[in-house]
């Protein structure tokens, strides 16, 4: 089973940064993909980022801009820098990793527990 570790969520305000960590228990070059998904308090649980095999990165419309997903492969770590950020990004992030294609488009195959990310002036 790999352990997947979410950190750095916190308080931030309106315009402010934060980066979040996910450090995962195997080497992450073994998964398809690296993504951080957000659950806002309504429930609603969104996609925003994901980072592929070859490099390559997606952000959501509602990230784009201001959020940057990066990997270092070393560390076994995905990052969540996060910049203007808004009210409305306030969720608890999620870390999540798929190992084929396949699963990527299903819910991926590990989870983290989720760092709480609270916007407040």
């Known amino acids: 089973q790999v352990q997947v570790v979410e950190s750095g969520g916190g308080l931030v305000q309106p315009g402010g940064s934060l980066r979040l960590s996910c450090v995962a228990s195997?080497?992450?070059?073994?998964?398809?993909?690296v993504r951080w998904y957000r659950q806002t308090p309504a429930g609603h649980r969104e996609l925003i980022a994901s980072?592929?095999?070859?490099?390559?990165?997606w952000h959501s419309d509602s990230v784009k801009g201001r959020f940057t997903i990066s990997r270092d492969n070393v560390k076994n770590t995905v990052y969540l820098q996060m910049n203007s950020v808004k009210p409305e990004d306030a969720a608890v992030y999620y870390c999540?990793?798929?190992?084929?294609?396949?699963?990527?488009?299903?819910?991926?195959?590990?989870w983290g527990q989720g760092t709480q990310v609270t916007v407040s002036s």
């Open positions: 195997e080497n992450i070059t073994s998964f398809f993909a």
């Open positions: 999540n990793l798929a190992r084929t294609i396949h699963t990527a488009l299903k819910n991926g195959d590990y």
């Open positions: 980072a592929n095999e070859g490099d390559l990165t």
